[in-house]
């Protein structure tokens, strides 16, 4: 008879495996090591000081709070999970999931579509936990193994997020008496469940039947029940998520996540990337919008001239330049001055609609806001003034001597 470690590697081997998870058709890598980690800050050094009163170290596979359904998912995130997401949003449902960062699609980290999906579960309220991160088997693995597979989990995570989880999902629920001292070195609750649905086999007709028989045995007075599924599976966002919400509610329990189901404070279920402090509650900041540039003011600003002091209306403007010219006088210098800002602001505008910044109006005086050309407003002019004194003494003296 083979020995049960071989026969196991054997089994994660074959695509026929028996036992829980055998859906995870990349298996290829389960049992191997990542060689490098993922970019991101290391972790690795940070104290993990024990947080609330969740324990750690046994395996915790129950509720410790009556009448609550805690609904789990692993493997993600995968081209479902944004589905499950909208159905949970839909019913007004937090839940929980268990994710790899390097798993069904390669690395989370470099596709903007799971960092979107993981901002959204963390923002919506979900909780977020490990579930390694190639989804290696624990059982066959060694301490400095099962280290990097959490480690580089939680850096892929906090790349993300800024923090990383405190509850970790061992695969295949396979975690022995080492396996368990090693997470808890690392700080985390080993997380598991009591309601496997078993969507994972693709015989949806059993997986209702295996979620409503565990409710219908129970009783919300004194049962609780974490329950288990994938939301890397097409037919389980299209259909089961919707089952398993209406049943519970159909059988009287409150639908929450693991942490609030086990009683522990938002902030212990995940750690800061910095310190491995609790997190401190605040949500994500928003994403930086791209850069753009606003004018400083899209008003005309009364420029003062040398001319005068007075700004007009553009209207204002037409009507002076519509006046006999022997009235244009300092209106039509102020005219000048209105029409110059009013320009300004167009020339402003459009600027910045081609995305280019542009100086604030009051800085956009131009030579042609002082036309060059406008007769002065009042005041001597020694040509204008002195010419007419010469020619009247002259006309004088001529009128005398003829006289």
Same mark, same amino acid.
């Given at each position: 008879?083979?020995?049960?470690?071989?026969?196991?590697?054997?089994?994660?081997?074959?695509?026929?495996?028996?036992?829980?998870?055998?859906?995870?058709?990349?298996?290829?890598?389960?049992?191997?090591?990542?060689?490098?980690?993922?970019?991101?800050?290391?972790?690795?050094?940070?104290?993990?000081?024990?947080?609330?009163?969740?324990?750690?170290?046994?395996?915790?596979?129950?509720?410790?709070?009556?009448?609550?359904?805690?609904?789990?998912?692993?493997?993600?995130?995968?081209?479902?999970?944004?589905?499950?997401?909208?159905?949970?949003?839909?019913?007004?449902?937090?839940?929980?999931?268990?994710?790899?960062?390097?798993?069904?699609?390669?690395?989370?980290?470099?596709?903007?579509?799971?960092?979107?999906?993981?901002?959204?579960?963390?923002?919506?309220?979900?909780?977020?936990?490990?579930?390694?991160?190639?989804?290696?088997?624990?059982?066959?693995?060694?301490?400095?193994?099962?280290?990097?597979?959490?480690?580089?989990?939680?850096?892929?995570?906090?790349?993300?997020?800024?923090?990383?989880?405190?509850?970790?999902?061992?695969?295949?629920?396979?975690?022995?008496?080492?396996?368990?001292?090693?997470?808890?070195?690392?700080?985390?609750?080993?997380?598991?469940?009591?309601?496997?649905?078993?969507?994972?086999?693709?015989?949806?007709?059993?997986?209702?039947?295996?979620?409503?028989?565990?409710?219908?045995?129970?009783?919300?007075?004194?049962?609780?029940?974490?329950?288990?599924?994938?939301?890397?599976?097409?037919?389980?966002?299209?259909?089961?998520?919707?089952?398993?919400?209406?049943?519970?509610?159909?059988?009287?329990?409150?639908?929450?996540?693991?942490?609030?189901?086990?009683?522990?404070?938002?902030?212990?279920?995940?750690?800061?990337?910095?310190?491995?402090?609790?997190?401190?509650?605040?949500?994500?900041?928003?994403?930086?919008?791209?850069?753009?540039? &606003? =004018?400083?003011?899209?008003?005309? @600003?009364? *420029?003062? /001239? !040398?001319?005068?002091?007075? %700004?007009?209306?553009? +209207? $204002? #403007?037409?009507? &002076? =330049?519509?006046?006999?010219?022997? @009235?244009? *006088?300092? /209106? !039509?210098?102020?005219?000048? %001055?209105?029409?110059? +800002? $009013? #320009?300004?602001?167009?020339?402003?505008?459009?600027?910045?609609?081609?995305?280019?910044?542009?100086?604030?109006?009051?800085?956009?005086?131009?030579? $042609?806001?002082?036309?060059?050309?406008?007769?002065?407003?009042?005041?001597?002019?020694?040509?204008?003034?002195?010419?007419?004194?010469?020619?009247?003494?002259?006309?004088?003296?001529?009128?005398?001597?003829?006289?």
């Amino acid at each position: 008879m083979l020995p049960t470690t071989l026969l196991e590697a054997i089994l994660i081997a074959s695509p026929l495996v028996a036992a829980h998870g055998s859906h995870h058709e990349h298996r290829d890598h389960a049992s191997i090591s990542p060689r490098a980690p993922p970019p991101g800050k290391d972790t690795s050094k940070l104290n993990r000081p024990k947080l609330g009163s969740v324990p750690y170290g046994p395996n915790i596979q129950s509720c410790t709070i009556p009448g609550k359904v805690a609904l789990t998912f692993d493997d993600g995130p995968a081209g479902y999970t944004g589905a499950v997401l909208d159905l949970l949003a839909k019913n007004n449902v937090k839940a929980t999931f268990f994710l790899n960062a390097n798993n069904v699609e390669g690395l989370i980290t470099n596709k903007q579509v799971y960092r979107d999906v993981v901002k959204r579960m963390f923002n919506e309220g979900h909780h977020i936990g490990s579930h390694s991160y190639t989804h290696a088997d624990f059982d066959l693995i060694s301490t400095q193994q099962r280290r990097e597979e959490i480690i580089y989990n939680e850096i892929a995570i906090a790349d993300i997020l800024g923090v990383f989880p405190t509850y970790f999902r061992p695969p295949y629920t396979h975690c022995n008496g080492g396996c368990q001292a090693d997470i808890v070195a690392l700080g985390y609750h080993v997380s598991n469940y009591n309601l496997d649905t078993k969507d994972w086999e693709g015989d949806y007709n059993k997986a209702r039947q295996n979620f409503v028989g565990a409710l219908a045995s129970g009783n919300p007075g004194f049962n609780s029940f974490i329950s288990l599924a994938h939301d890397i599976h097409e037919e389980t966002a299209k259909t089961l998520v919707q089952f398993m919400i209406d049943q519970a509610r159909k059988y009287k329990y409150e639908l929450t996540t693991m942490g609030d189901c086990l009683g522990d404070a938002h902030t212990n279920w995940y750690r800061n990337a910095d310190t491995g402090a609790a997190w401190n509650g605040r949500p994500l900041p928003a994403d930086e919008p791209e850069e753009t540039t &606003t =004018s400083t003011s899209l008003t005309p @600003t009364p *420029t003062p /001239t !040398s001319t005068s002091t007075s %700004t007009s209306s553009t +209207s $204002s #403007a037409a009507q &002076t =330049s519509s006046a006999p010219a022997s @009235t244009v *006088t300092s /209106t !039509s210098s102020s005219a000048a %001055t209105s029409t110059g +800002s $009013s #320009a300004s602001v167009k020339q402003s505008t459009t600027s910045h609609a081609n995305g280019k910044p542009t100086d604030s109006v009051s800085s956009q005086t131009s030579p $042609s806001t002082t036309p060059t050309d406008a007769p002065p407003s009042s005041g001597f002019s020694p040509v204008r003034d002195g010419a007419s004194g010469v020619g009247l003494a002259l006309a004088l003296f001529v009128g005398l001597l003829m006289f």
